[in-house]
């Protein structure tokens, strides 16, 4: 490639860019991807995961996930066990319409445990690659996914991570986030530490906290005597306050 002109010079992050550094490498590059053409679908596939992986270590944007988008069967993606986020049939219709018209444009957040990987955020969209004929069939049995920063693959972590996506959204249902705070304080986080990564105040935790029930709030205590239905009072009455409410959570 030769010199280029000072006016066609690009300018990145104000500093000027001839384009002469990177001719060689991309030159040579483009000499390697033209092998490709021999090989078979899935050995394609492979190469290309491992190429961008080898750019993505090389990327001053290598702690941003979606600077490297692989393509994984979608045998080896699954959802996790914990989503609060709830998607009507005509939206899930309306989605696929949306992959099948504009393709993927957001890949799908994954956590890889080395065996498979698990859905953090972009559930509905790996059904759709899944399940509909037509997108499956285009992309050829496979989803596109990035993977969760190392720092954030503990479980309570991956949680939060789901929820922050669907909040952003505007999308969680109730009853399953009361079960996600509940399981979060059983893994030690504080309410402050709630808050601060699913975006509540302490007020909707309490909430959320509640609506688990008493039943849930009890069933780890140990009680001196038990209570007989015939011992109580009919114009007795038992007042719950937070004096007495056992502090499990």
């Known amino acids: 490639m030769g010199d280029m002109s000072a006016d066609k010079q690009l300018s990145l992050s104000g ?6 550094a990177d001719s060689y490498i ?11 053409k021999d090989l078979s679908l899935a050995d394609k596939v492979e ?7 080898a750019m993505h270590e090389q990327s001053p944007m290598k702690d941003e996930p979606v600077d490297c988008v692989l393509w994984v069967a979608t045998e080896g993606v699954q959802a996790n066990d914990y989503n609060p986020n709830s998607v009507a049939p005509p939206e899930m219709q ?3 319409v949306s992959i099948l018209e504009d393709g993927y444009t957001q890949p799908i957040v994954t956590f890889d445990n080395g065996e498979i990987r ?5 559930f509905h969209r790996s059904r759709v ?8 069939k285009r992309i050829h049995g496979y989803l596109p996914v990035v993977t969760i920063n190392h720092a954030r693959e503990d479980r309570g972590d991956r949680i939060a991570a789901t929820i922050r996506h669907n909040r952003a959204r505007g999308k969680h249902r109730i009853d399953s986030m009361s079960e996600i705070v509940i399981e979060l304080k059983r893994r030690n986080w504080s309410d402050e530490k709630i808050a601060h990564n699913l975006g509540m105040d302490a007020d909707e935790i309490l909430r959320l906290s509640q609506i688990s029930g008493l039943a849930e ?5 140990e009680f001196s005597m ?4 015939d011992q109580i009072n009919e114009h007795d009455s038992i007042e719950i306050t937070e004096e007495n409410i056992p502090d499990t959570l």
Do not use: C, H, I
Not at 15 to 20: A, P, V
């Open 15 to 20: 500093e000027l860019y001839s384009g002469k």
């Open 26 to 36: 991309v030159g040579e590059a483009k000499s390697l991807f033209a092998m490709l």
């Open 47 to 53: 190469t290309l995961n491992q190429l961008k992986l």
């Open 94 to 96: 309306l989605l696929e």
């Open 118 to 122: 698990e859905v953090v955020d972009g």
């Open 129 to 136: 690659g899944r399940e509909s004929e037509q997108v499956r």
């Open 217 to 221: 709030m009890f069933k780890d205590k």
């Open 226 to 229: 038990a209570w007989e239905a």
